[in-house]
């Protein structure tokens, strides 16, 4: 019996790795980096997430980032996006909005508005004159008056009534006098789409700069909803977020293409170009997320330029993406003006936060990298919500920041196809433990009794 003994504390000791591992959810992680807290018993905090997470993480939408306890358990989290701020120091704010008759003829450039306004700049009545007045009841565009506004605008959030479906893109210009008009995006998407229960909606307009007047006039075939409200998206300099860059040089393949390789999953939202010389190039961007799918056009086709003497250097401007995208491959098209070398391609993104609640022992640890964990996002909006009620508007969540180098975990294994070998192997051992088990109890069974003296 004693043999037994030996031979199942043997086995318990082989086995107890393995199911600590099997228990733990953080082997399902590639690796994982140590979290300082700025407050100890805050309960909330906040984590902007920084480039090695974005490396290691391999899900489209960052469903394999989650945050752990000491115990290796998963806290309540959720992303949140840089446009959509987890303490809102500045709440929306509705802005005055005029709908404009349908263009006939006339392009949108040609568009000219009579307007009235206040002592205090802000527009009372707007008359729009057109090459050929439109008939139809439907509102042919919108004029967002933005002027009361004291801080740049982040963007604008549009509400229409309930109706068809809407699926239609939309051209954006900005005007500080009613005048002059400059074009900021000629594709941004509107969507309001209802099947099975599910919905999808797409109805902010990113601005990101001053503007006291906005026009929204349709850039594509589609009738424009029926508009309710517009909501400002003020841009606090306390909320910024900086927008950080990344720089991949290009591959030449056939002449006037060159692709790209992204190292991670950055929410891409801006892109740049730049070149070793002087140029001027009419670009179009396009996009995939795995070498076997047909390339998305993102941007353009648009005319970048790079101009340098002896007194300065001038360049266009970024172009603003329509979607952010966290696309593995982009490849850039010459239309006009083919370069003699491979251009630089800059990709901006504003880091994304991760809000947790604290639960259990810490120290925290941030974990990041798999193909078979998926964080759910828990309703920690809802709680937000309710504490900046009890605490007040400026209520934010503490702050917690990455302290320290990545510590291994699954490893590479875990951002590879799922072959759970360590639960076979736990299997059998236990199912090896029982066979041995069960030949000492026969053995023990045929052997006869010894004497009695």
């Known amino acids: 019996m004693n043999r037994v003994c030996h031979v199942l504390t043997g086995l318990f000791l082989l086995a107890a790795p393995l199911l600590a591992l099997a228990d733990d959810a953080r082997q399902d992680y590639r690796e994982q980096w140590p979290l300082?807290?700025?407050?100890?018993?805050?309960?909330?905090?906040r984590l902007t997430l920084g480039e090695a997470q974005y490396r290691s993480a391999v899900s489209p939408q960052l469903k394999d980032i989650q945050v752990f306890n000491a115990q290796g358990q998963a806290l309540p989290a959720a992303l949140f996006s840089a446009e959509q701020p987890v303490a809102q120091l500045t709440p929306l704010q509705p802005l005055p909005w005029f709908a404009l008759p349908v263009q006939g003829s006339a392009g949108g450039d040609d568009l000219q508005l009579l307007t009235e306004r206040n002592t205090d700049g802000s527009v009372r009545r707007v008359e729009a004159r057109l090459g050929r007045t439109g008939t139809s009841a439907q509102p042919g565009g919108w004029l967002v008056d933005a002027s009361k506004l004291n801080a740049e605008l982040q963007a604008l959030r549009l509400d229409w009534q309930s109706g068809?479906?809407?699926?239609?893109?939309?051209?954006?210009?900005?005007s500080d006098d009613l005048q002059n008009w400059q074009l900021?995006?000629?594709?941004v998407p509107l969507v309001d789409l209802a099947q099975d229960g599910n919905r999808l909606q797409q109805r902010r307009i990113f601005i990101g700069r001053e503007a006291k007047y906005i026009r929204i006039l349709p850039a594509s075939n589609g009738t424009l909803p029926v508009l309710s409200a517009v909501q400002a998206e003020p841009m606090s300099t306390l909320q910024a977020i900086d927008w950080q860059w990344r720089t991949l040089p290009g591959k030449a393949g056939v002449p006037g293409e060159f692709e790209y390789v992204l190292d991670g999953r950055f929410p891409v939202?801006?892109?740049?170009?730049?070149?070793?010389d002087n140029s001027v190039v009419q670009w179009t961007l396009l996009s995939r997320d795995d070498p076997a799918q047909p390339w998305?056009?993102?941007?353009?086709?648009?005319?970048?330029?790079?101009?340098?003497d002896s007194a300065q250097r001038r360049q266009s401007q970024a172009?603003?993406?329509p979607v952010p995208?966290?696309?593995?491959y982009w490849k850039l098209t010459a239309a006009q003006g083919q370069p003699a070398q491979s251009p630089t391609l800059k990709l901006g993104y504003q880091p994304e936060t991760l809000v947790f609640l604290s639960q259990g022992e810490p120290p925290f640890t941030v974990a990041a990298g798999s193909v078979r964990a998926a964080r759910t996002d828990a309703p920690v909006g809802t709680v937000l919500a309710q504490l900046r009620e009890q605490q007040g508007a400026q209520w934010q969540p503490a702050l917690a920041k990455v302290q320290g180098p990545a510590q291994p975990l699954g490893g590479d294994a875990a951002v590879q196809a799922e072959r759970d070998w360590k639960r076979w192997l736990l299997w059998g051992l236990l199912v090896l433990g029982v066979l041995i088990v069960g030949g000492f109890a026969v053995t023990l069974l045929r052997q006869k009794p010894s004497a009695v003296p």
């Not at 900021?184 to 594709?187: A, E, F, H, K, P």
């Not at 998305?296 to 340098?308: D, I």
Request: charged fraction near 20%; aromatic fraction near 6%.
């Open 36 to 45: 300082q807290l700025s407050a100890p018993q805050a309960g909330a905090y």
């Open 296 to 308: 998305q056009v993102r941007a353009g086709p648009w005319v970048a330029y790079q101009l340098q």
């Open 269 to 276: 939202a801006q892109i740049d170009i730049a070149t070793a």
């Open 164 to 174: 068809p479906a809407v699926q239609l893109r939309v051209r954006v210009d900005v």
């Open 319 to 321: 172009q603003a993406l």
């Open 184 to 187: 900021i995006n000629d594709d």
């Open 325 to 328: 995208t966290r696309d593995r």
